[in-house]
């Protein structure tokens, strides 16, 4: 369900909250805006909070929420929670984040110079004029074509024959 990564990009967001009292690390809870809003479509905080209670265990644990040793379950942050840290996060920092994550998932544009160092438009251009020219047949001034009379022929007598 998390990409591998997306935990590791939301963690270089800074934590506005005190360190008192923190039972669920940021990133983890960035992370389940993310997955709510992206994989189901959940676009408020009631409903993010909806989604990550009806997780599984599984999807609790790749978020990275933490386990209760007395339940033997992943608890899942409520909606309180949820709405203190997002109201509170910097929204610059996390789309930021948010967008260094993208890029790497990117593939890689391809260079537009070839291995000679010309620039691919160059290349294609060069290769339509080469290919323009061996393709067609050669005609050469003053002869007239099969079935074609030249200009000056029709030019001198008016008409064609």
Not at 48 to 70: N, S, T, Y
Not at 88 to 112: C, E, H, I
Not at 138 to 148: F, V
């Amino acid at each position: 369900m998390v990409p591998s990564g997306l935990l590791d990009a939301l963690a270089r967001v800074p934590d506005p909250r005190s360190p008192r009292g923190v039972r669920f690390r940021l990133a983890t809870l960035l992370a389940v805006g993310v997955c709510a809003m992206t994989s189901a479509g959940h676009n408020s905080l009631t409903a993010i909070a909806e989604w990550v209670r009806r997780c599984d265990q599984d999807v609790l644990a790749r978020l990275g929420c933490p386990f209760d040793p007395f339940t033997g379950r992943f608890r899942a942050p409520g909606e309180r929670t949820l709405r203190d840290v997002f109201a509170r996060v910097d929204p610059a920092v996390l789309t930021a984040a948010g967008f260094a994550r993208l890029t790497a998932l990117q593939p890689r544009l391809v260079s537009p110079t070839g291995p000679d160092g010309t620039v691919e438009r160059e290349q294609r251009r060069a290769h339509g004029i080469a290919r323009s020219e061996t393709d067609r047949p050669h005609r050469q001034q003053g002869q007239a074509q099969p079935g074609h009379l030249p200009h000056t022929v029709l030019a001198r007598h008016g008409h064609r024959r």
